[in-house]
């Protein structure tokens, strides 16, 4: 596999059997504890449990999938002897109690996953944590409240980091959520601080979702297997710059489409009609394809282009050269021309980071480019050992709603985050943690 590739200097089996690598990213992972240093200890666990509850009627969870993926690391913090405190946000609650984003429904879903019982505590901070966390045996795991019911948690306030700390009494902190890694909120970077000010030397580690992150992520961006490629989508240039420039210097074949392609195709001179533009990023388009030339990489836009009289499912759709979009009409995928271009460019490729939809999927006229990449890099999966990275919310949406998730190498749960990585930036909720 993949991750076995990356190089460091040791690994450990956890209580799972699976032997999981001491360091991840340059920072310690949960492999590099030992027993001795949970047993008995309160762990502040930041995990991702942010799913999809139900809109009306009773509160459920509508979907276990993050619930289920941070078992791994609760369990072997309760093989251990750990006093597990879980934390996470769910939703936009902005700063107030919404009582639909109740972590409640959460903590019986883990409980079922866990098989014990798991406490949801009415608050993140205060007394009732305090007490909470007093009465816990070595291997109880406790829920605590929704972070985001507090302003300060999103603002990294330096009062309520001090309070997560204070009320938990944490000796150990454990990030497991890539998702939010991107951000310096108190639960991802204020709380460990507070810890390390009154115990310099509390461990301060990635989970094992986080551990596999880093591992695979980290990898691509600094020591990828050749030929290297990036399919990026989306609809706008302005939001990706950044990372499209970054991956100028790191990979070999720089393939786009989405949205942002009309603006590409203006800079070339073509009309693109009713399709989605940024008159200003034209200049930055055109930049963009002078650096990958001046650089080497092989930048591939579409050739064709699925065209629609409007943004409906009922549209009229007609399947046009890029260079014939006429007036009135408007882009909504790529074409068959093109499928078979990004098949025939991504054939001898090793390894492929693929974020941001071919185009307006989720219309079953328009979804063709999506789907059609995300079988491809499947197949090279597969069939020729590719290591495939897919991040964003929609190409992971896609690839899940095609049945394809289990036959990718890695399928990253943060769009943000895997954004800021891929262009080099370090991430605050990773800085945090202890240096391998």
């Not at 502040?44 to 289920?68: H, I, Q, S, W, Y």
């Not at 054939?347 to 071919?358: E, F, L, Q, S």
């Amino acid at each position: 596999m993949y991750a076995s590739r990356v190089l460091f200097n040791s690994k450990r089996a956890t209580a799972s059997g699976v032997f999981r690598h001491f360091s991840a990213g340059g920072k310690k992972t949960l492999a590099a504890l030992k027993e001795a240093d949970v047993k008995g200890k309160v762990v502040f666990l930041r995990a991702d449990l942010n799913v999809p509850m139900t809109k009306e009627g009773e509160v459920k969870v509508t979907d276990d999938t993050r619930v289920a993926a941070s078992v791994p690391t609760i369990s072997a913090l309760k093989s251990m002897g750990a006093k597990v405190v879980v934390t996470s946000h769910l939703g936009r609650p902005k700063g107030k109690v919404n009582e639909r984003m109740r972590m409640a429904p959460v903590a019986e879903c883990l409980g079922q996953h866990l098989k014990c019982e798991v406490p949801s505590i009415d608050d993140c901070i205060g007394k009732s944590v305090t007490s909470a966390t007093k009465n816990m045996q070595n291997g109880d795991v406790i829920l605590l409240e929704n972070l985001r019911f507090h302003e300060g948690e999103t603002q990294n306030d330096d009062d309520f980091s001090q309070d997560l700390y204070k009320s938990t009494g944490a000796d150990v902190y454990v990030n497991d959520a890539f998702g939010t890694a991107h951000r310096a909120h108190s639960s991802t970077a204020g709380i460990v601080s507070k810890i390390k000010s009154e115990k310099s030397d509390a461990p301060a580690v990635a989970g094992i979702l986080l551990e596999k992150e880093l591992t695979f992520l980290s990898s691509a961006v600094d020591t990828p297997k050749r030929p290297f490629a990036a399919v990026v989508g989306g609809a706008k240039v302005s939001t990706k710059i950044t990372v499209l420039e970054s991956l100028l210097d790191k990979c070999d074949k720089l393939l786009i489409s989405g949205g942002m392609i009309f603006t590409f195709l203006k800079a070339r001179g073509f009309n693109v009609g009713k399709s989605i533009l940024e008159e200003d990023a034209v200049d930055l388009a055109r930049e963009l394809e002078e650096k990958a030339a001046a650089k080497g990489v092989e930048l591939v836009l579409p050739v064709d282009v699925i065209i629609a009289d409007k943004f409906d499912a009922d549209a009229f759709t007609d399947e046009v050269s890029v260079e014939r979009i006429p007036d009135g009409w408007m882009g909504l995928d790529h074409g068959p021309e093109t499928c078979k271009l990004f098949r025939d460019t991504l054939a001898d490729c090793k390894t492929i980071v693929w974020n941001g939809p071919m185009g307006a999927f989720e219309m079953a006229q328009f979804s063709t480019g999506t789907y059609d990449l995300a079988e491809y890099l499947a197949e090279l999966t597969e069939e020729k050992g590719a290591v495939t990275i897919v991040g964003g919310g929609d190409s992971v949406a896609a690839v899940k709603k095609r049945g394809l998730a289990e036959k990718l190498t890695h399928i990253s749960t943060g769009g943000g985050a895997s954004l800021e990585m891929l262009e080099g930036k370090i991430l605050p909720g990773v800085a945090a943690l202890d240096d391998a």
